[in-house]
């Protein structure tokens, strides 16, 4: 699908959001810029990107953005953790990352409206159907993964 301007399909500005995201967290563990790291909507922006892309290949991406999301929200966590018993400073602590309901929904939403390659019904073979069956189990698996997650999650 293409829309807006240019000649950019939706996939390609997801894979550009997820770029600049990455970027976001290299100079975050870097350090060389304090300022510059992701957010909570950074990782929302990326999500939403790759969840109203279509692309085949968009619940693997919402998945791995969700649980760098989560990890991010972890090492937050335990900074503050860290500086709660004295062993760091409070002066460059942010909770930047607090991954909601909302950004599950949001991986769980694109694996039910998930596609796959399609193939005229009357034109399938066994081969077909059969790797069409595993392509929708491994979206259902994201799915039930990203549920479980948010069950556990704190």
């Not at 966590?77 to 709660?84: A, G």
Request: net charge neutral; charged share 30%.
């Amino acid at each position: 699908r293409r829309r807006g301007k240019g000649d950019i399909s939706n996939a390609d500005r997801a894979r550009q959001v997820t770029d600049l995201l990455n970027w976001m967290e290299l100079l975050a563990v870097r350090r060389t810029k304090p300022k510059i790291e992701p957010t909570t909507e950074s990782y929302r922006i990326a999500l939403s990107a790759w969840a109203w892309s279509h692309h085949i290949d968009a619940p693997k991406q919402v998945e791995e953005i969700l649980f760098r999301m989560i990890r991010a929200c972890e090492l937050n966590r335990n900074k503050l953790r860290d500086i709660q018993n004295g062993l760091g400073s409070k002066d460059s602590f942010t909770l930047a990352v607090t991954p909601e309901t909302k950004d599950f929904n949001t991986v769980i939403n694109c694996c039910s409206f998930a596609r796959g390659v399609g193939v005229p019904k009357d034109e399938l073979d066994d081969d077909i159907k059969l790797s069409q069956q595993l392509a929708l189990k491994e979206t259902y698996d994201i799915a039930e993964g990203v549920l479980d997650a948010l069950l556990s999650f704190p």
